[in-house]
């Protein structure tokens, strides 16, 4: 089984940034992609980013040009740069692994992103 370990969250002003990390480890060559996935107080869990394992990616459309998905295979992290931040993307964020295009690792505690206006 593949588990994640999110980090990198804490408080930061509107306008600011914060880089989110996403540890693997386990079984991760049977995984397709890293999903970074965001629930804020009250609403439903939504997808942020994904990223394959071939590099490609895909942004929501509410962060992208702002927020842009990597990975460093080397160190089996996927890597959430979030610039220009908006209150509205306050929130716990979480990443998973996909296999097949279905979750396919638990989800972990997240980090807490709190933006200030």
């Known amino acids: 089984q593949v588990h994640l370990v999110e980090s990198g969250g804490g408080l930061v002003q509107a306008g600011g940034s914060l880089r989110l990390s996403c540890a693997a480890s386990?079984?991760?060559?049977?995984?397709?992609?890293i999903a970074w996935y965001r629930q804020a107080p009250g609403k439903q869990r939504e997808l942020v980013a994904t990223?394959?394992?071939?590099?490609?990616?895909d942004y929501a459309y509410s962060v992208k040009g702002r927020f842009t998905i990597s990975r460093d295979n080397a160190k089996n992290t996927v890597f959430l740069q979030m610039n220009s931040l908006k209150p509205e993307d306050t929130a716990v964020y979480y990443c998973?692994?996909?296999?097949?295009?279905?979750?396919?690792?638990?989800w972990g505690q997240g980090t807490q992103v709190t933006v200030s206006s």
């Open positions: 990223i394959t394992n071939g590099g490609s990616t």
């Open positions: 386990g079984i991760i060559f049977s995984i397709n992609a």
């Open positions: 998973v692994a996909l296999r097949r295009g279905t979750i396919a690792s638990p």
